[in-house]
């Protein structure tokens, strides 16, 4: 179990130092911006949708290296998904932060009689380290709530869905 908690913590650190998907994609329809006043961290995400699925995402802002490793994580997990994949990321870790779901063990046999239409969490586990600290829960979950708010934007219509 040590060893799965030093696991999270190298995927944690390895995204605060080296964040993917930094930036602004261009041609996005999709934005939404995030703050956790708590921490003072700021986060802006646009998005390219299209066909019902993620192109395209980044993320800019600053803050607190939970924040910045979660943003990292969560733009790598939810490129190329779909948007209904991407919304049942952001319920699955919304649970997992808030302690409703126990961590499982990175490739490990699968336990119970739970649908396989469940999105796999894979790095995302790394996320769960920060339940023991109520404080850093809102800058673990800021990048998805940040994410739903983008993916519930009906400014554009999306043509293929007619
Ligand atoms: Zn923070």
Redesign the pocket.
Known sequence: MNELMDLYQEVILDHNRRPRNTGAVVDANRRARGD?P????QLSLTLKVSGGRVENIAFEGH?????TASASLMTDAVKGKTVAEAEALFRRVHDLLRGTEPPEVPGGAATGDAPDAEPDLGKLQALAGVRDYPM?V??AT?AWHTLHAALEQKDQPVSTET
């Open positions: 956790n708590l921490c003072g961290d803050g607190c290296a939970i924040s850093r809102k800058c800021l």
